[in-house]
């Protein structure tokens, strides 16, 4: 074929083939090229192609818990030999019997209990690696699949269009910064340094001679809620043009994209879908979807109805 | 010419025409050479070549004072007329009256009320905007030239040469995070993302229905000497390969990129040209270059000479 012909052959491609042919599909397409058509009145410099993803329910499944917390459970369960005061003492004590009530009953202060034995004390290369071991052997309890294949494909496809036209994808999550960096180049293809999540202070040291950066018990970011802009800014500097979530802890990160001058784009992906993967929005005690639901009905943002727009949830299987 | 000819005589071009062929220059290309070219046994994939730079005394000039003070002493007097207290309050009474030696007599307390009342209690786009409107018409005590044309010619063309290699540049300093971001995009090619600096704790808020983010009086993070691997984790995910700096400030930044396994490369700049610059190391006041000038000397780090490895020091004026 001659080169035009070719051109014109790839660009007729469908870039979100996971994607239905309804509204939020269309409104996506109509957005990319509204800001990246040489000559369009709204044409976006690319180096302002910023585009941001919650992680949990947006990118990756979060029932019937975060993700992150079967990884706390099986590292309290690896780390538990080498304390055998954990038999006796909560929240550790549930977690070793398998008691998601007793652990429930522990509250904020017993996850805090939990956090800090499995992801503190350690260097950052150490912590790492645990992630790394565990990410690729652990299995969701209900589909038996490795959690980096309940990923959610139509959201695959959408982060390497926005890469193909120039945008720069970054996650903004509530989980933790150092638990996703080890494993979203290779799922998601966003590096480390575009990863901004939850995190505990560090500190510098040298162990003999060799330097090391240690996990310390203490809070750095809560990038959650009116945290997500906090770190939206503190990592980025500056505002997206796109943002992409699922639930009430988004909210603040799609007020804060919809806030600037130019075109903008904010989306919702509603969890509807029973079947082929969970239902949840008003009452979940995961992943909430309620004042920022009525929120994207009241502006007009864009609402992905899971069962009616996706063709396919997840990859298939490897 | 053949496509194969144009290939050599690009190649043949001379990355760093500022550089002298003297000992770093041959280092760095040897060591980029060593890390890009396909086959190299030492050969670094792509998304694995971070660099960082310190910014004071390593991009641009840091004498008589950090450039960051200027424009504090400046902003003050640009809001002297809200706060007629100022006259009779130290430190701001020295800094209207121009007297150094008063500001410095104030200390450390001193520095956090002058840069608290300068650097908070505004919206990040605020304080950008004030950065921006100073930094386009400032001009250097010395040199009468604006500070964006204070930077170094030789680290403009490394930084540059390292990108056209495949490396992602990051500034690390102890700088304010957001009074870099809004310049260092145009000056060095690297994007507010990409910058890592001290910063202020931020809070997210709405004003009505318009979100916003304050800058509160809050210390976030010094990216300072330990501060600085603990920034370079922080933002980046992952160690660099390259490190540059020029003072004890760095010594950690350095420690930090060549502890980690592979080809790894530091270098610092030592400012020893009086004539063209200043000339300074193991008793200045800003930019103090002691213990890393040691280890540098101790493990083999490159140094750069100023007077003896550049052949300019800044660009030529506009």
Redesign the interface.
């Given at each position: 074929m001659f080169p035009l012909l070719v051109a014109t052959v790839l660009a007729a491609e469908d870039p979100l083939p996971s994607w239905k042919d309804t509204a939020p599909k269309k409104a996506i397409i109509a957005f990319v090229h509204k800001v990246t058509d040489e000559g369009s009145p709204d044409f976006v410099p690319q180096?302002e192609r910023?585009a941001t993803f919650d992680n949990d329910g947006t990118l990756w499944a979060e029932q019937p818990v975060y993700f992150q917390a079967f990884f706390i459970f099986d590292r309290v369960k690896a780390l538990a030999a080498d304390h055998p005061e954990w038999k006796e003492k909560e929240p550790f004590a549930s977690v070793l019997k398998g008691d998601m009530k007793g652990v429930a009953a522990a509250g904020e202060k017993g996850a805090m209990e939990l956090l800090a034995a499995t992801h503190t004390g350690m260097t950052?290369e150490e912590f790492s690696k645990s992630v790394t071991d565990w990410i690729g052997t652990a299995k969701h309890p209900k589909t038996g699949r490795p959690y980096t294949e309940m990923v959610y494909q139509p959201m695959l496809e959408l982060t390497a269009y926005l890469r193909a036209k120039g945008f720069?994808t970054f996650i903004v999550s509530g989980g933790g910064?150092?638990f996703m960096?080890p494993w979203t180049?290779k799922v998601y293809g966003i590096?480390?340094?575009?990863?901004v999540g939850s995190?505990g202070r560090?500190?510098?040291?040298?162990r003999g001679d060799?330097?090391a950066?240690f996990e310390l018990p203490e809070v750095?970011l809560i990038d959650d809620k009116?945290?997500k802009?906090?770190g939206i800014?503190?990592?980025?500097?500056?505002r997206p043009i796109a943002a992409f979530g699922n639930s009430d802890g988004d909210l603040?990160m799609l007020?804060?994209t919809m806030?600037g001058d130019g075109p903008r784009f904010a989306l919702l992906v509603h969890h509807t879908d029973a079947e082929r993967e969970w239902a949840y929005d008003r009452t979940s005690h995961i992943g909430k979807l309620d004042k920022a639901l009525d929120e994207a009905t009241a502006k007009g943002w864009t609402v992905v109805d899971m069962k009616a727009d996706w063709s396919a949830i997840f990859p298939p299987a490897k």
């Open positions: 180096p910023i950052t720069k910064i150092e960096r180049e590096p480390p340094e575009q990863v995190s560090l500190r510098f040291e040298m060799k330097p950066l750095n009116e945290g802009p906090v800014q503190t990592h980025i500097g500056r603040q007020q804060w806030a």
